[in-house]
Structure formats: structure tokens, C-alpha cells
């Protein structure tokens, strides 16, 4: 399916669901709105599911995993070939996220989007949309095609989750150098200055930071990225990573299942699928805010809160892996606590 045509599919949220969500938080015995963003958390659920009747599991995290050509410019502390190592150690589910998954009950889903010379492995999904991407200093990351073909890798993801019954997502990022092409992303749609975005990543020292800095600049003065057009941005200043998780949030608002955001990279792709389709929105829960410059920044645009607040920038999906324990105790809140009625107790009214 053409992105145009798939993007027209995505209906708005059903009110009437997020309005049965909300009376049924507000006959439990307890103040009014008082679990807060877990509260809104489910009603967002309900409004993109159609249903009050809300299931959280099974779940998956998809870690979308690319190398990036910026890599060249000395904006890492490492070369791209840890794209691939970690990816090995992530099917082997040795990486933090793995091991937090596991915890929250999760499936982690490694995804190869376009990791550098990786002839694949048991356990790594293979939606490949070149090998790496260009130097964007030098010219676009990707072709427009290329772009869009990994939005729609990205969407076709989500559909096969939703039909394996998957109910909730997560959309993490693996890939040396993705701190990078998120920042130039944001600086391009939100019209802030490289410096006002960009953090050390990975832990850069102060030259590195330098050079990280110059090589957005440079990206975005040599390919002149539409902030109008997010295919376009995602296009010249992006990565194969980014474009998946664009996808994926697609894919989640179309299919109903709801999706956590995780960092930086993940909110720079949800950003993109919000200006692709508004209604997208709606699929989109965020999980933490990152420690990266615009975390906050990015979150405040796509109109979220995070659940969480902890300074963290670790990237596999891991903040949203965090999340998924809160949503938890709040399904449980939400279905099994006792009601007003079931404690004799006068229900609480607005004040």
C-alpha cells in the first residue's frame, strides 16, 4: 500500500470509549483522577482501541536497529560496528532491555533496518532498507523511497503484531550514531538551533560534542530538509531506524495497538509520524522523558507526558520497557479495585 493511501485510513480516536474509561476510573473508591497520567494513560487506550475493556498483554518491544553514515564525522565514541554486535547480543537477549523485558514480560523483537555489511542471524528480523545510510554532510542519509519504504516496514510490523494479538508495543532503536540524526530531525521540524538539541549522546567530550554539533549544521545547510514534509526530513537528515519507528507508531494508530515511546530517537520518530498524520497521535503513550536536550522539547510537541522522570538515555526501548510495570498497576486499579457503590462509600463529585 502506498504511505498516502495508508495515512487517509488512520481515523481520529473514539471519544466515546475514552468517556467510558473515564466513568468507570471514576466509580473506584479512591479521589478523583488521582492515579494521574496512569489514569489518562488507559483512557487513551480506550480511545484508540474502541473498547473500555482494556488488555495489555501480549507485548512487544521492536528495536529497530541501523547504522548511520554521519558515523564518518567523529560524532560517536564508537565506529559502527557495535551496531551489529549489540544486535547479536540482543537476539541472544543479553542486552539491559532484554533483561528488563523480561521482567515487564515482554518480547523483545530485534529489527535489522539497514545495519552495515550484517549478513543477519537467527533471532534478528530482516526489513532491511539499504546498507547504512549516507553521510548526510555530504548528501541526503536516503531516498525518498528508501524513506518510505521503511515507514511502511515499520507498518507492516505492527500489523503482524496486532495479528498475533500483541496489545501493547514499545518502539526502541539500536544503531551508533542515532542521537545524531534524531537531534538534526528535531532541529529541522521544530525550528530550533543545533545547539538547542543536541546532547553528548553516548557520553562525548567536549570536542566531540563540537564536531556532533557542526555535522548537524552541515547536514542540514547541504541537503535543505523541508520541515514542511517529514518524509522529506527523515529523508535527507534521518536514519533507517527513525524511519521504522515512524512506521510503527503508523501502524499502531491504524491498528489500534497503542505504542510506547521510548528516547530521544523514538520521540523524533514519533514526531515525524504525528506531522505525517495527526491522528497518529493517538496510538502514541509516552514512556519517560529522556536526559538528551530535547527530550523535553520533543514530548512538549507531540503533546505527551511522561509516565517517568528519571534522567534516562540508555535507547533499545528501554524507558518504555520501564513503563510497562505502571500501566500494569494501573490495569489492575482499573479493573479489580473495589467502587463506591461496593463500599457503601458516596461517590466523590468534581470539585
Not at 20 to 42: F, N, Q, V, Y
Not at 100 to 127: H, K, N, Q, S, W
Request: with cysteine; aromatic share 4%; glycine share 10%.
Amino acid at each position: 500500500m502506498e504511505l498516502c493511501k495508508l495515512l487517509e485510513q488512520i481515523a481520529p480516536p473514539d471519544e466515546t470509549a475514552r468517556a467510558a474509561a473515564k466513568k468507570r476510573w471514576d466509580t473506584r473508591a479512591k479521589p478523583l483522577g488521582s492515579l494521574g497520567l496512569l489514569e489518562d494513560a488507559i483512557c487513551e487506550v480506550a480511545a484508540l482501541t474502541g473498547s473500555a475493556e482494556i488488555a495489555l498483554t501480549p507485548r512487544t518491544a521492536v528495536v529497530f536497529c541501523a547504522d548511520n553514515g554521519v558515523v564518518a564525522q567523529g560524532v560517536t565514541q564508537t565506529d559502527s560496528g557495535v551496531t551489529a554486535k549489540a544486535a547479536r547480543q540482543m537476539a541472544a537477549g543479553r542486552t539491559p532491555v532484554c533483561r528488563m523485558a523480561e521482567t515487564a514480560r515482554c518480547r523483545v523483537l530485534p529489527v535489522d533496518m539497514g545495519i552495515v555489511d550484517f549478513p543477519g542471524c537467527d533471532g534478528v528480523l530482516d526489513c532491511r532498507a539499504g546498507n547504512g545510510t549516507a553521510d548526510f554532510t555530504r548528501e541526503p542519509a536516503m531516498t525518498r523511497a528508501q524513506a518510505e519504504a521503511a515507514i511502511l516496514a515499520g507498518v507492516e510490523l505492527a500489523r503482524r503484531e496486532a495479528e498475533r494479538g500483541t496489545r501493547l508495543l514499545a518502539a526502541g532503536e539500536l544503531g551508533i550514531g542515532n542521537t545524531t540524526t534524531a537531534a538534526a530531525v528535531t532541529s529541522v521540524l521544530l525550528d530550533l538551533p543545533a545547539e538547542a538539541v543536541t546532547g553528548r549522546g553516548a557520553g562525548l567530550s567536549d570536542e566531540g560534542l563540537s564536531r556532533k554539533l557542526r555535522a548537524i549544521e552541515a547536514g542540514i545547510v547541504q541537503n535543505r530538509p523541508d520541515p514542511e514534509d517529514a518524509l522529506d526530513v527523515l529523508a535527507k537528515v534521518g536514519g533507517f531506524d527513525l524511519a521504522g519507528m515512524c512506521g510503527l507508531y503508523l501502524g499502531g494508530a491504524l491498528y489500534r495497538v497503542p505504542v510506547l515511546i521510548d528516547g530521544l530517537p523514538s520521540s523524533a520518530a514519533a514526531l515525524c509520524a504525528l506531522r505525517l498524520c495527526p491522528a497518529a497521535g493517538k496510538a502514541m503513550l509516552a514512556s519517560h522523558v529522556s536526559a538528551e536536550p530535547a527530550g523535553r522539547l520533543v514530548l512538549d510537541a507531540l503533546g505527551k507526558q511522561p509516565l517517568i522522570t528519571a534522567g534516562l538515555r540508555l535507547g533499545e526501548g528501554t524507558g518504555a520497557v520501564a513503563a510497562m510495570p505502571l500501566l500494569d498497576m494501573a490495569l489492575a486499579v482499573y479493573r479489580e479495585a473495589y467502587t463506591f457503590a461496593e463500599g457503601g462509600i458516596e461517590p466523590y463529585t468534581p470539585q
